[in-house]
Protein backbone atom coordinates (compact mmCIF):
# COMPACT_ATOMS: atom_id res chain seq x y z
CA UNK A 1 0.00 0.00 0.00
CA UNK A 2 0.61 3.62 -0.51
CA UNK A 3 1.86 5.55 2.95
CA UNK A 4 1.94 8.82 3.66
CA UNK A 5 3.00 9.55 7.42
CA UNK A 6 3.18 13.07 8.48
CA UNK A 7 5.55 13.96 10.97
CA UNK A 8 8.75 12.21 11.35
CA UNK A 9 10.00 11.82 14.83
CA UNK A 10 10.65 8.67 16.89
CA UNK A 11 6.80 7.33 17.26
CA UNK A 12 6.08 8.18 13.77
CA UNK A 13 9.46 6.29 12.59
CA UNK A 14 7.95 3.44 14.83
CA UNK A 15 5.15 3.48 12.80
CA UNK A 16 6.85 3.94 9.31
CA UNK A 17 9.89 0.98 10.68
CA UNK A 18 7.28 -1.89 11.10
CA UNK A 19 5.27 -0.31 7.61
CA UNK A 20 8.57 -0.59 5.96
CA UNK A 21 9.28 -4.29 7.34
CA UNK A 22 5.48 -5.10 5.85
CA UNK A 23 6.73 -4.15 2.76
CA UNK A 24 4.47 -1.02 1.72
CA UNK A 25 6.01 1.99 0.05
CA UNK A 26 5.94 4.71 3.11
CA UNK A 27 6.45 8.71 2.63
CA UNK A 28 7.22 10.67 5.47
CA UNK A 29 6.96 14.21 5.77
CA UNK A 30 8.39 16.65 8.05
CA UNK A 31 8.93 20.81 9.15
CA UNK A 32 12.03 22.54 8.52
CA UNK A 33 13.18 22.72 12.22
CA UNK A 34 12.30 19.11 13.64
CA UNK A 35 12.38 18.76 17.19
CA UNK A 36 12.66 15.30 17.60
CA UNK A 37 14.47 14.52 21.39
CA UNK A 38 15.36 11.05 20.66
CA UNK A 39 16.90 12.09 17.25
CA UNK A 40 18.86 8.60 17.05
CA UNK A 41 15.89 6.63 16.61
CA UNK A 42 13.54 9.46 14.03
CA UNK A 43 14.03 9.49 10.13
CA UNK A 44 13.31 13.14 10.73
CA UNK A 45 17.10 13.85 11.56
CA UNK A 46 17.69 13.33 7.73
CA UNK A 47 16.54 17.05 7.52
CA UNK A 48 19.50 17.82 9.14
CA UNK A 49 21.83 15.21 7.79
CA UNK A 50 20.32 14.15 4.37
CA UNK A 51 19.91 10.45 5.68
CA UNK A 52 18.93 8.95 8.55
CA UNK A 53 19.84 4.75 9.36
CA UNK A 54 17.55 3.71 11.80
CA UNK A 55 17.88 -0.58 12.76
CA UNK A 56 17.53 -1.75 9.17
CA UNK A 57 15.67 1.03 7.41
CA UNK A 58 17.32 3.94 5.92
CA UNK A 59 15.27 7.70 5.60
CA UNK A 60 16.28 9.96 3.13
CA UNK A 61 16.03 13.70 2.36
CA UNK A 62 14.04 14.56 -0.70
CA UNK A 63 12.49 17.37 -2.60
CA UNK A 64 10.27 15.51 -4.85
CA UNK A 65 7.68 13.30 -5.32
CA UNK A 66 10.08 11.89 -8.33
CA UNK A 67 12.89 11.69 -5.70
CA UNK A 68 10.53 9.79 -3.00
CA UNK A 69 9.68 7.52 -5.79
CA UNK A 70 13.14 6.42 -6.63
CA UNK A 71 14.40 6.23 -3.19
CA UNK A 72 11.31 3.93 -2.51
CA UNK A 73 12.26 1.81 -5.32
CA UNK A 74 15.69 1.51 -3.47
CA UNK A 75 13.73 -0.18 -0.14
CA UNK A 76 14.61 3.32 1.43
CA UNK A 77 11.69 5.85 3.49
CA UNK A 78 12.14 9.12 1.64
CA UNK A 79 11.27 12.23 4.21
CA UNK A 80 10.11 15.49 2.68
CA UNK A 81 10.03 19.03 4.52
CA UNK A 82 6.33 19.51 4.12
CA UNK A 83 4.96 21.16 6.73
CA UNK A 84 1.48 21.17 5.66
CA UNK A 85 1.90 17.89 3.39
CA UNK A 86 0.66 19.53 0.60
CA UNK A 87 2.60 16.31 -1.70
CA UNK A 88 -0.71 14.36 -0.33
CA UNK A 89 -2.81 15.82 -3.32
CA UNK A 90 0.29 14.17 -5.94
CA UNK A 91 1.08 11.16 -4.14
CA UNK A 92 -2.64 9.76 -3.28
CA UNK A 93 -1.92 7.72 -0.07
CA UNK A 94 -3.57 4.42 0.32
CA UNK A 95 -3.30 5.80 3.96
CA UNK A 96 -3.01 8.86 6.01
CA UNK A 97 -1.22 8.22 9.04
CA UNK A 98 -1.12 11.85 11.19
CA UNK A 99 2.03 10.89 13.64
CA UNK A 100 2.67 14.72 14.19
CA UNK A 101 1.70 14.00 17.99
CA UNK A 102 0.53 17.63 18.64
CA UNK A 103 -1.77 16.62 21.02
CA UNK A 104 -4.38 17.98 18.69
CA UNK A 105 -5.65 17.74 14.94
CA UNK A 106 -3.56 20.66 13.10
CA UNK A 107 -5.59 19.72 9.64
CA UNK A 108 -6.48 16.11 8.90
CA UNK A 109 -9.53 15.22 7.53
CA UNK A 110 -11.12 11.78 7.27
CA UNK A 111 -11.57 12.67 3.14
CA UNK A 112 -7.30 12.97 3.22
CA UNK A 113 -7.22 9.20 1.79
CA UNK A 114 -9.36 5.84 1.77
CA UNK A 115 -7.61 5.29 5.23
CA UNK A 116 -7.34 7.55 7.98
CA UNK A 117 -5.44 6.88 10.92
CA UNK A 118 -4.71 9.80 13.57
CA UNK A 119 -2.14 9.03 16.36
CA UNK A 120 -3.00 9.86 19.86
CA UNK A 121 -4.87 12.72 21.75
CA UNK A 122 -6.84 14.79 19.28
CA UNK A 123 -8.47 12.52 17.01
CA UNK A 124 -11.60 11.03 16.80
CA UNK A 125 -12.50 7.84 15.01
CA UNK A 126 -15.59 8.67 12.65
CA UNK A 127 -15.05 11.98 12.78
CA UNK A 128 -11.94 13.54 11.59
CA UNK A 129 -10.47 9.93 10.71
CA UNK A 130 -11.00 6.41 10.27
CA UNK A 131 -8.94 4.96 12.80
CA UNK A 132 -7.26 5.83 15.94
CA UNK A 133 -4.42 4.36 17.69
CA UNK A 134 -3.52 4.49 21.54
CA UNK A 135 -0.64 6.08 22.86
CA UNK A 136 -0.84 6.22 26.60
CA UNK A 137 1.24 3.43 28.15
CA UNK A 138 -0.43 0.76 29.85
CA UNK A 139 -2.73 -1.70 28.73
CA UNK A 140 -4.26 0.26 26.14
CA UNK A 141 -1.03 1.15 24.57
CA UNK A 142 -1.43 0.67 20.57
CA UNK A 143 -4.89 -0.26 20.50
CA UNK A 144 -6.96 0.31 17.84
CA UNK A 145 -9.49 2.70 18.36
CA UNK A 146 -12.65 2.35 15.65
CA UNK A 147 -15.25 4.73 17.40
CA UNK A 148 -14.61 7.69 20.17
CA UNK A 149 -11.38 9.68 20.80
CA UNK A 150 -7.87 8.32 22.49
CA UNK A 151 -7.52 8.83 26.07
CA UNK A 152 -6.59 12.68 26.69
CA UNK A 153 -3.33 14.19 27.16
CA UNK A 154 -2.48 13.93 31.14
CA UNK A 155 1.04 16.33 30.73
CA UNK A 156 2.71 13.47 32.52
CA UNK A 157 5.27 11.61 30.41
CA UNK A 158 4.70 7.82 30.80
CA UNK A 159 6.36 5.11 33.63
CA UNK A 160 9.68 4.19 33.09
CA UNK A 161 11.59 2.12 35.37
CA UNK A 162 9.80 3.97 37.83
CA UNK A 163 10.10 7.69 36.81
CA UNK A 164 8.09 9.64 35.05
CA UNK A 165 8.97 13.38 35.09
CA UNK A 166 12.05 13.46 36.41
CA UNK A 167 13.14 11.31 33.12
CA UNK A 168 12.55 15.04 31.35
CA UNK A 169 15.41 17.27 30.73
CA UNK A 170 13.42 20.83 30.02
CA UNK A 171 15.16 23.74 28.56
CA UNK A 172 15.64 26.88 31.15
CA UNK A 173 15.45 29.43 29.40
CA UNK A 174 14.14 30.42 25.61
CA UNK A 175 17.72 30.54 22.85
CA UNK A 176 20.53 28.38 21.58
CA UNK A 177 20.39 24.81 22.18
CA UNK A 178 23.97 24.06 23.61
CA UNK A 179 24.30 20.19 24.70
CA UNK A 180 27.03 19.53 27.19
CA UNK A 181 26.46 15.77 26.99
CA UNK A 182 25.69 13.27 24.42
CA UNK A 183 23.29 10.97 23.46
CA UNK A 184 24.48 7.36 25.32
CA UNK A 185 26.35 9.35 28.50
CA UNK A 186 25.28 8.67 31.74
CA UNK A 187 24.85 10.85 33.67
CA UNK A 188 23.88 11.84 37.72
CA UNK A 189 21.37 13.62 39.09
CA UNK A 190 22.46 17.33 39.82
CA UNK A 191 24.73 17.53 37.07
CA UNK A 192 24.44 20.41 34.49
CA UNK A 193 24.31 18.35 30.93
CA UNK A 194 22.95 21.15 28.86
CA UNK A 195 22.74 25.65 28.72
CA UNK A 196 20.07 26.98 26.90
CA UNK A 197 20.21 30.84 25.91
CA UNK A 198 23.21 30.27 28.09
CA UNK A 199 21.41 29.18 31.00
CA UNK A 200 22.35 25.58 32.77
CA UNK A 201 19.93 23.41 32.47
CA UNK A 202 20.67 20.03 35.13
CA UNK A 203 19.18 16.52 34.95
CA UNK A 204 16.43 15.24 37.97
CA UNK A 205 17.78 11.76 37.98
CA UNK A 206 20.84 9.62 37.47
CA UNK A 207 20.66 7.69 34.15
CA UNK A 208 21.78 7.22 30.14
CA UNK A 209 20.93 9.81 28.29
CA UNK A 210 18.70 8.34 25.68
CA UNK A 211 17.71 11.32 23.43
CA UNK A 212 19.19 15.14 23.45
CA UNK A 213 18.06 17.92 20.75
CA UNK A 214 20.62 18.70 18.08
CA UNK A 215 22.82 21.82 19.06
CA UNK A 216 21.94 24.93 18.10
CA UNK A 217 18.84 25.09 17.19
CA UNK A 218 16.18 27.89 18.96
CA UNK A 219 14.16 26.77 21.63
CA UNK A 220 11.33 27.54 24.35
CA UNK A 221 11.53 28.11 27.97
CA UNK A 222 10.22 24.78 29.36
CA UNK A 223 10.46 23.07 25.95
CA UNK A 224 11.88 19.09 26.14
CA UNK A 225 15.34 18.81 24.75
CA UNK A 226 15.98 15.81 26.82
CA UNK A 227 15.49 12.27 27.92
CA UNK A 228 17.39 9.99 30.72
CA UNK A 229 17.02 6.79 31.22
CA UNK A 230 17.37 4.85 34.34
CA UNK A 231 17.93 1.48 33.24
CA UNK A 232 21.40 2.56 31.99
CA UNK A 233 21.09 0.47 28.61
CA UNK A 234 22.97 1.92 25.96
CA UNK A 235 21.27 -0.12 23.12
CA UNK A 236 18.24 1.66 24.42
CA UNK A 237 19.60 4.72 22.77
CA UNK A 238 19.78 4.10 19.38
CA UNK A 239 16.53 1.08 19.16
CA UNK A 240 12.87 1.83 18.59
CA UNK A 241 11.31 1.78 21.69
CA UNK A 242 8.85 -0.63 22.64
CA UNK A 243 6.00 2.49 22.62
CA UNK A 244 6.74 3.13 18.83
CA UNK A 245 6.51 -0.72 17.98
CA UNK A 246 3.24 -1.09 19.81
CA UNK A 247 1.49 1.76 17.66
CA UNK A 248 3.01 0.45 14.73
CA UNK A 249 1.65 -2.59 15.33
CA UNK A 250 -1.53 -1.00 16.44
CA UNK A 251 -1.80 0.98 13.21
CA UNK A 252 -0.75 -2.29 11.17
CA UNK A 253 -3.57 -4.20 12.79
CA UNK A 254 -5.83 -1.18 11.00
CA UNK A 255 -5.02 -1.72 8.17
CA UNK A 256 -5.31 -5.37 8.01
CA UNK A 257 -9.15 -4.90 9.35
CA UNK A 258 -9.54 -2.38 6.51
CA UNK A 259 -7.78 -5.14 4.07
CA UNK A 260 -7.46 -8.84 5.31
CA UNK A 261 -5.39 -9.86 2.76
CA UNK A 262 -2.72 -7.65 3.70
CA UNK A 263 -0.01 -9.84 5.60
Same mark, same amino acid.
Given at each position: ?15 ? +? ?36 ? #????? !?????? $? ?5 ? #? ?16 ? +???? !?? !? ?9 ? &? ?17 ? #? ?5 ? $? ?6 ? /? %? ?17 ? /? +? ?13 ? %? ?27 ? /? ?9 ? $? !? &?????? /? ?30 ? %? ?5
Amino acid at each position: MRILIKGAGDLATGIA +YELWLAGHEVLMTEIAIPLAVRRMVSFSRAVYEGKAKV #ERAKG !VLVSSL $EEACQEQ #EKRNIPVMVDEKAEILLK +YHPD !VL !VDAIMAKKNLG &TSITDAPVVIGIGPGFCAG #EDCHYVI $ETQRGPYL /G %EVIRHGCAIPNTGIPGNIA /G +YTIERLIRASSDGKM %EPIVQIGDVVEKGQMVAKTGGVPVYALMR /GIVRGMLQEGV $E !V &TKGLKI /GDVDARIVLENCYTISDKARKIGQGVKQALLE %ENPDIR
